[in-house]
């Protein structure tokens, strides 16, 4: 496996509160991801980095923000969780755009 | 609009069998398509990635084709084995602005029964 390490694994927290998820890589990949897995949903795009301090919106970012101020460290916050945000989140790398993507072990993330 | 469709949504063979996982998609101006698969409650591990120009690319006991025309590609499991069970997902990469993004498929669960 790449060296792709997530933080918390599992974390419950209440309607309203911020949570912050860490995904850390060891290979120096340019492009990082944040996907959240739900059932009959499939896996989607939430925000990328293309570089320090590049980040994009994904399909489903609303409620959602993103920060990288090192290449090995991409920061997903939510800034007031909602129960529709219960999920799994997963971090992927990968060298380019185009390129295959490594992912992470995954967040399970419940918002009561 | 990209869609990518992976039937059957599950599926459950007798150890030994070889087998073939279908996924479909809508639109053929696709970059390369990647297969992964997912053990229960971990991460995604990835198993081949095809380029548009390639038909097909092979690891180990794992075959992947790929033929853009059609809009399918198929991942041959030869000499199935208990650890093969697990989730296999399908992902589609296509042009997005100034990225290239991946459109999943809803995967099909494989049980291979000893």
């Known amino acids: 496996d790449a060296g792709i390490t997530q933080s918390p694994r599992h974390k419950v927290t209440e309607t309203g509160t911020p949570v912050t998820l860490r995904c850390h890589q060891t290979?120096?990949?340019?492009?990082m991801y944040w996907y959240r897995q739900d059932p009959g949903h499939g896996l989607r795009l939430i925000h990328y980095s293309y570089g320090v301090k590049d980040t994009d919106k994904g399909e489903v970012s609303d409620g959602y923000s993103v920060s990288r101020s090192k290449t090995e460290d991409f920061l997903l916050t939510l800034e007031s969780a909602t129960s529709s945000q219960t999920s799994v989140y997963f971090c992927?790398?990968?060298?380019?755009?185009?390129?295959?993507?490594?992912f992470g072990p995954g967040t399970r993330l419940t918002v009561t | 609009k990209q869609e990518v469709t992976q039937i059957p949504a599950a599926l459950s063979v007798p150890e030994g069998e070889n087998l073939v996982l279908n996924c479909s998609f809508t639109d053929s101006a696709i970059y390369n398509l990647q297969w992964f698969r997912q053990d229960p409650g971990k991460g995604l591990t990835s198993l081949l990635l095809?380029?548009?120009s390639q038909r097909e690319q092979t690891s180990g006991r794992l075959n992947a084709s790929l033929d853009k025309s059609s809009g399918r590609s198929t991942l041959y499991i030869a000499a199935s084995q208990p650890g093969d069970s697990a989730t296999y997902l399908c992902a589609v990469r296509v042009n997005a602005g100034n990225n290239r993004k991946l459109i999943w498929g809803l995967g099909t669960s494989l049980a291979v029964n000893p």
């Open positions: 095809i380029q548009s």
């Open positions: 290979e120096n990949h340019r492009y």
């Open positions: 992927a790398i990968s060298w380019t755009s185009e390129g295959e993507q490594y």
